[in-house]
């Protein structure tokens, strides 16, 4: 029985997780607006995967449930985040017990993780989930419903609201290729990070080398 636990309450302990270094690790979890499309997600965290050497990174959806009660028809509604996340979990309230040998076997069969949240609101991780392959424009579909973009010069994802340097590209000529400008309007867009955007900056002013590698005089 869920006690009567507020979801809420679930979904905040599951976005805790979801930034916690002993859980997810993510470094955005942002909030889910009630404009979201379907499939919408209780919880979903961006985890930076690339090191050093890469803006890689993988987006992690979470279904967040009351209890196991209708535990299979709950994992067939998470697989359903297949189309724009990298790993999809389950999170279910159970206060009293673990997660059976049959609901793990049916985690791993529909290829989802299992996050059991216990009576003081803590995530355990039962089962991790595997990595997906998401459909790449479901995906941005998804982050930019969330306020998010990926640079497409290193990759990374920021958010678009807490910058105002960054950069954005209309490609007019792109979409009318595609049959997408409409009424001399476009909508492809194309955007960098603030990083990127003083990068390329500071290469333009640095002007042109010379085969020593010495800067050359205009």
Not at 35 to 43: E, H, I, M, S, V
Request: aromatic share 8%; net charge negative.
């Amino acid at each position: 029985m869920a006690n009567n636990i507020s979801a809420n309450y679930l979904r905040d302990a599951v976005a805790s997780w979801l930034v916690a270094p002993s859980g997810a690790g993510c470094v955005f979890v942002p909030a889910i607006p009630s404009t979201l499309r379907d499939p919408r997600p209780d919880a979903v965290g961006i985890r930076h995967t690339g090191g050093q050497l890469g803006g890689d990174f993988e987006v992690t959806a979470v279904e967040v449930q009351l209890s196991t009660k209708k535990f299979i028809s709950a994992s067939g509604h998470a697989t359903s985040h297949s189309v724009h996340a990298d790993r999809i979990y389950l999170a279910c309230y159970t206060p009293e017990s673990e997660f059976s040998e049959e609901q793990l076997n049916v985690a791993q069969h529909l290829g989802i993780g299992l996050i059991r949240i216990d009576r003081d609101l803590v995530c355990h991780r039962s089962l991790l989930a595997p990595a997906n392959r998401p459909m790449t424009s479901a995906r941005s579909e998804l982050l930019y419903q969330l306020g998010l973009v990926s640079c497409q010069l290193c990759g990374v994802v920021y958010s678009l609201s807490t910058t105002d340097s960054d950069a954005v590209f209309w490609n007019e000529i792109w979409a009318d290729r595609f049959g997408r400008l409409r009424n001399e309007s476009v909508y492809d867009r194309r955007y960098l990070c603030p990083d990127c955007v003083r990068n390329v900056q500071d290469l333009s002013s640095s002007g042109p080398k010379d085969s020593t590698g010495s800067h050359s005089e205009g």
